[in-house]
């Protein structure tokens, strides 16, 4: 709530690799066909203009694919990675497992299997590269080996309940695995399913749904040769973020062992030799959180991020960067005086300095800290996101976007621009005209500055005005970035000028920012976004007669906020979103928010009803509304888009509820992806008649 098969087309880099086999095969048909029939110069002139560029279409999304995971090789020559795609006669999702050579030439597909790859990992030796997948009616995903000398991928392991991760050991002998316990009861030989019994004090989450279940997440050691399953560790505590020693000796890892975890964020690093029956090693005590270890290439040291509150609940917090002796001690906090979140961290290779993400301001860049002093240098920084970091010896191997352009591969060379390596998104741009998306800033109303981006429609005349919505991002925290956004690229399409706004709340702009509207929900980010709507207005291309508002999560929940506080807005789309806070008071899967940031409602009644006024005070609503959730959402639950929706259908207000059957807080399916965004165009149609 508050608090992310299409026909198979092979890629030009392929084809290039290829010719010469594509070029015997068209010579040796052209010899056996008799002679073509010349085609005037003009007519071929004519057949070969392109198609001229045109808005985007929700059947677009069934074109997109999704780039993710790259990994560098040992050698440093390729980088594997995975691509997800859509099929949309299956209406699901396949990945498969690419590898791309490091100067860009070559772009291969290594698996194709229906079942679908993913994490894919070399082997440091270099002999092998592995990956998860729940092929051959495997229960729960297992881990497959491809050799690089060529042939099929092989399974490797058979484990009830599947992998949920794993990583090789230095010298390429052993996996770490993580597992997750396996389900206690059998449910396919039960007809019935026993009542759930449910003792944890956070008892509910999206997508686990009841946590009823006596299960918990640990390491184990596996041998390749012998396929020996060793356990590391055991109890009723669960780890996570296992990593190697350069030396493959240990293991660092993270985990939560206070007396009852569900009632508090606090974890903490851990050291366990690598072998059965060692004993571990507390390293961080940091009443926080301590997370994403990190070895030295020596093996003395650990790079992590900590967050910078150490209150049982931290949800307005950012993570800053420390180091801290391998032996323990006291960190160094390298990143504290930034003032912005610092994540991903990974050493250079001369080990001195660590390499890290940074988000902020709309952006997201790429950084180095020395290790000594903190000094931070700036490696890859603009109009654009960073969004993954591997090294490739003394190169990195990142993600980018910007808002023109989906995640791609890219490297990141000393002293240089970014490199881009993989091009699987200029087959979807191709045929596309975008929106031009602009930052601005604007004022509100008690001088807050407030950064926002604003789409203009394809082909926007400058001397018109247009109809306008405003699109809030989800979290609180977290910021609307000079990324690729797919939703209000579609909404643009549309005819719509279209805003992201970065309220007070969202972060990328420092912690007292972001933190400001703890307990106090509904009133600062009102404030911050009808001011940037009024910066718009006068800007002169938005018609202020047809204006609409839509977001998901807390941007559904800021939705529900506007229109009971204003009645500017001609339409409205709320999703996953609530109107009563009161009613989910352990409802959802935000306890720990709810008692340490408004306090129970035993004891803090005026507060939860100062926050609810969406629908206590309903009858101010004037604003035709639809509201949208998913069936087994545990993040905002359904109950939240209902209330709202009852209220309005009492009320008089023109008003529908659309709820996505199986889905959770995020919409998955491609066909209900697609039908959002239809219901969508053809609300604010309705209500804001947008020109073509």
């Given at each position: 709530m508050l608090k992310s098969p299409s026909p198979f087309r092979l890629h030009p880099a392929f084809l290039r690799a290829t010719s010469s086999l594509f070029l015997l095969g068209a010579t040796t048909a052209a010899l056996a066909q008799p002679p073509a029939t010349t085609t005037p110069p003009q007519a071929k002139s004519a057949l070969a203009q392109p198609p001229a560029p045109r808005p985007m279409r929700p059947a677009d999304l069934y074109r997109l694919p999704t780039v993710s995971d790259p990994q560098p090789s040992p050698d440093g020559k390729w980088v594997s990675y995975t691509m997800?795609?859509?099929?949309?006669?299956?209406?699901?999702?396949?990945?498969?497992i690419w590898m791309v050579s490091m100067d860009g030439s070559q772009d291969i597909q290594l698996t194709s299997s229906p079942d679908g790859e993913s994490r894919a990992r070399w082997?440091?030796?270099g002999r092998y590269l592995s990956f998860l997948s729940a092929r051959q009616e495997s229960?729960?995903?297992?881990v497959w080996l491809m050799d690089r000398r060529g042939g099929e991928g092989k399974r490797l392991t058979e484990i009830k309940g599947g992998v949920d991760d794993y990583a090789w050991s230095p010298d390429s002998r052993q996996l770490l695995l993580t597992l997750t316990d396996p389900d206690p009861e059998d449910t396919d030989k039960i007809k019935t399913a026993k009542p759930y019994v449910i003792d944890r004090y956070q008892y509910k989450q999206d997508v686990e749904g009841y946590r009823y279940k006596k299960v918990h997440t640990h390491l184990y050691l596996f041998d390749i040769a012998t396929k020996k399953l060793d356990t590391l560790t055991k109890g009723s505590y669960d780890e996570?973020?296992?990593?190697?020693?350069?030396?493959?000796?240990?293991?660092?890892?993270?985990?939560n062992r206070t007396e009852d975890p569900?009632?508090?964020?606090?974890?903490?690093?851990?050291i366990i030799t690598a072998k059965p029956g060692a004993t571990m090693r507390q390293l961080t005590d940091w009443k926080g959180s301590d997370?994403?270890?990190?070895?030295?290439?020596?093996?003395?040291?650990i790079a992590y991020t900590r967050s910078v509150s150490d209150e049982v609940y931290h949800m307005y917090d950012e993570p800053i960067l420390c180091v801290v002796s391998a032996t323990g001690g006291t960190p160094r906090l390298l990143s504290q005086s930034l003032d912005r979140p610092v994540f991903t961290p990974r050493w250079s290779k001369d080990g001195k300095a660590i390499m890290a993400l940074v988000e902020d301001d709309r952006r997201q860049y790429l950084a180095s800290f020395s290790v000594t002093d903190g000094k931070m240098s700036k490696h890859a920084d603009g109009d654009f996101v960073v969004n993954a970091l591997e090294s490739a010896g003394t190169d990195w191997v990142t993600l980018l976007s910007d808002p023109k352009t989906p995640f791609e591969i890219y490297t990141v060379e000393t002293g240089q621009s970014p490199r881009r390596l993989t091009h699987h998104m200029d087959a979807f741009l191709g045929p596309l005209q975008?929106?031009?998306?602009?930052p601005f800033q604007s004022h509100s109303d008690d001088g807050t500055l407030v950064s926002g981006i604003y789409y203009l429609p394809p082909g926007a005349s400058p001397d018109k005005k247009y109809p306008f919505i405003l699109f809030i991002h989800g979290g609180p925290v977290g910021q609307d970035a000079m990324s690729f956004d797919l939703s209000r690229q579609m909404l643009a399409a549309g005819g719509y000028v279209v805003a992201a706004v970065n309220y007070r709340g969202s972060s990328g702009r420092g912690l007292a920012y972001s933190k400001?509207?703890?307990g106090d929900w509904g009133n600062k980010e009102v404030i911050d976004l009808h001011g940037a709507v009024d910066y718009l207005v006068k800007q002169g291309f938005v018609d202020s007669s047809r204006m609409g508002v839509a977001g998901w999560s807390y941007g559904g929940i800021l939705t529900d906020y506007l229109i009971a506080s204003d009645t500017r807005f001609k339409a409205a789309s709320s999703g996953a979103g609530t109107g009563f806070t009161l009613s989910l008071y352990g409802v959802d899967q935000y306890i720990n928010q709810y008692n340490n940031e408004l306090g129970t409602p035993w004891t803090s009644i005026d507060r939860y009803l100062k926050i609810s006024y969406p629908l206590l005070k309903a009858d101010r609503i004037k604003t035709p509304a639809l509201f949208m959730s998913g069936e087994k959402d545990f993040n905002v639950p359904t109950a939240g888009s209902e209330q709202m929706y009852q209220a309005l259908r009492t009320l008089g207000i023109p008003t529908e509820l659309i709820i996505y059957p199986g889905q959770f807080h995020g919409i998955s399916i491609p066909s209900y992806q697609r039908d959002r965004f239809d219901r969508w165009l053809v609300w604010f149609g309705k209500y804001l008649s947008p020109t073509p």
């Open positions: 997800t795609t859509i099929d949309s006669l299956k209406d699901s999702r396949n990945s498969d082997s440091p030796d229960k729960g995903s297992q996570e973020s296992a990593v190697w020693s350069p030396d493959g000796s240990a293991i660092a890892f993270v985990s569900d009632k508090n964020e606090n974890s903490d690093i851990y997370n994403s270890p990190r070895w030295s290439p020596d093996g003395k040291w975008l929106a031009t998306v602009t400001v509207i703890s």
